[in-house]
């Protein structure tokens, strides 16, 4: 059999050396707790009872004063965080006292300026009515002085001379064929505003008779188109601008008349009266 190695051989001083430490430090942990203990005072039952209750009693205190310093902390803060609010309530009440007298003041004087415009509202609707009554009867007494005029439109600027009265009182014969040889004229003028379209201002005449004014457009009606020096003219009751756009509120219901072949004709100021089935109506603008 061969000879074992020396490597396979088992070192038993090894061993024994790590046997020899452990049981070392085992030795020496032994003499450290032996020692702890005999360090720690030996109380017995009732001195530790003793000891525990004065240590609880010592962290008690230590406990109450950390709590006492942070409650005096808190108490300090919120002292002044209440203070700014009180404060600032203060402010807000301040100025709500003052809006409440504001208030106050500005429905006194609401109410005091409702009493006054009461009696100024009735007033104010008499006024109304009145004015409307008053532009009423100007309108009518308007119509009733234009009356006995006439106006010729498309005349020819200048052709009437320096003498206006004398050459329409033989003009309107000539035009009209009438059998008289001339119609009395009060007054005879072309109107002030000239047209923005460029045509002659209308002339305007005051005829003396009011039985001439209803010769003169009948007769005005029987030619139909009429002509002076080349140019057609037209002759037309004279009306105010107020009962001219009264009557033209009314051009769609005539034009329904017309269409039905109902005559209709117009009266001063602002009346139109409608024939038909055997009787008339006049048909007043409200």
Not at 122 to 144: R, S
Request: net charge neutral.
């Amino acid at each position: 059999m061969p000879k074992p190695s020396k490597q396979n051989k088992p070192d038993h001083s090894r061993v024994f050396t790590e046997d020899s430490t452990v049981s070392s430090e085992a030795n020496a942990n032994s003499e450290h707790a032996v020692s702890h203990e005999s360090s720690l005072p030996d109380f017995s039952h009732g001195a530790l009872l003793i000891h525990i209750a004065d240590v609880v009693a010592e962290e008690g205190r230590r406990t109450q004063k950390m709590m006492n310093e942070s409650f005096a902390k808190l108490e300090s803060g919120l002292d002044i965080k209440v203070e700014s609010i009180i404060k600032r309530i203060g402010e807000i009440a301040a100025a709500t006292e003052s809006l409440s007298s504001r208030v106050t003041e500005t429905e006194t004087r609401i109410s005091a300026v409702e009493e006054d415009i009461t009696p100024l509202q009735k007033t104010l609707f008499a006024l109304e009515k009145l004015n409307t009554t008053l532009a009423e009867k100007v309108t009518d007494l308007e119509g009733q002085s234009r009356r006995d005029n006439i106006r010729i439109l498309n005349l020819r600027e200048s052709v009437e001379g320096s003498d206006p009265l004398q050459f329409f009182e033989s003009f309107l014969p000539k035009l009209l064929d009438l059998p008289v040889p001339c119609i009395e004229i009060d007054r005879a003028h072309r109107e002030l505003d000239t047209p923005t379209d460029g045509r002659p201002r209308p002339v305007i005449l005051k005829i003396h008779r009011s039985r001439d004014v209803t010769t003169i457009l009948s007769a005005a009606r029987r030619k139909g188109q009429l002509h002076y020096e080349g140019q057609p003219l037209r002759i037309a009751p004279d009306i105010s601008p107020a009962v001219r756009a009264a009557r033209r509120a009314f051009n769609p219901v005539c034009a329904e008349f017309i269409k039905k072949r109902n005559p209709v004709s117009n009266s001063l100021p602002s009346c139109t009266g409608v024939q038909g089935g055997g009787h008339s109506e006049n048909l007043q603008r409200s």
